[in-house]
């Protein structure tokens, strides 16, 4: 199977690079309180990954994020997000990724995320490690006060809430950035360039793969009281593993 996740991805990302600059349409649409924007790309993009999945697996579920839904109560499920960082696309950003996961009896057992702007291509598979073209990755050992974050980048929702976990957060680390893209964020942390990861309302598709990569890789990913992660839990925190526990204690001391 991973075999078939890395010829989506990388069928999708060569698409994306292809149409990068040339988007032809942008569109509203409400995911949950938000308002986001789809692009004629995006759909296109699903598409493709949709078709190659059904040529290879025609009795798999899919689950997109530009409306692919389809349940044939098979033990597998595609989580798929085509353009993972449509905003950052939009505005000729190139921080930007194709996102691939596959569900076994709803475990997640692969992930690959595909960087086509920079030529990076991130899989993992349960129990095997995370790779990085072929080579394979680690987080970084750094601790608290060395840590570079990685920070959700909308107020929108919960804005009191993540004001305060911020003010103690950026008290106790060295710094905080905010790229617009969970498939950069995770690729980032699991191959050790930052440090820590805190995302809030993402959905399945956005973080399986990713968050896969980063516990491949050695890190650690759970919700924000510290259970095991899953791809439905609403927000989560992952981090190098190191410091993990006492991010953990600091969100318990939030103010709201």
């Known amino acids: ?9 990388k069928t999708a990302g060569d698409f994306l690079l292809e149409r990068f600059g040339k988007i032809r349409r ?6 949950g309180r938000r308002m986001t924007l789809v692009t004629d790309v995006d759909i296109e993009a699903e598409r493709k990954i949709a078709r190659l999945i059904h040529q290879e697996c025609p ?11 389809e349940r044939k109560e098979s033990d597998y499920r595609w989580l798929i997000d085509p353009l993972d960082g449509t905003h950052n696309y939009i505005r000729g950003i190139p921080l930007y990724g194709v996102s691939v996961a596959l569900e076994y009896q709803g475990e997640v057992v692969l992930g690959v995320i595909n960087l086509p702007y920079f030529n990076q291509l991130f899989e993992a598979q349960k129990g095997k490690g995370a790779l990085l073209n072929g080579e394979r990755i680690f987080v970084s050992k750094r601790n608290l006060p060395q840590t570079i974050a990685l920070y959700d980048s909308t107020l929108l929702d919960d804005k009191g809430l993540k004001i305060s976990f911020l003010e103690r957060l950026t008290k106790r680390i060295f710094t905080i950035r905010s790229l617009g893209s969970a498939a950069v964020h ?7 360039s930052v440090d820590l990861l805190v995302e809030y ?6 973080f399986s793969a990713g968050a896969l990569l980063v516990e491949e890789s050695g890190g650690r990913i759970t919700d924000m009281e510290g259970r095991s992660w899953n791809p439905y839990m ?3 925190i992952a981090s190098n593993g190191r410091i993990h526990d006492e991010v ?3 969100w318990a001391q939030r103010q709201i």
Do not use: F, Q
Request: charged residues 30%; aromatic residues 4%; proline residues 4%.
């Open 248 to 250: 953990l204690k600091i």
């Open 26 to 31: 942008i569109n509203e649409k409400k995911t």
């Open 201 to 206: 309302g993402e959905e399945p598709w956005d």
């Open 59 to 69: 009795h798999h579920d899919i689950l997109g994020e530009e409306s692919t839904a």
């Open 186 to 192: 995770l690729s980032l942390l699991a191959r050790g």
């Open 1 to 9: 199977m991973i075999d078939l996740a890395i010829k989506v991805a």
């Open 234 to 236: 609403p927000r989560y």
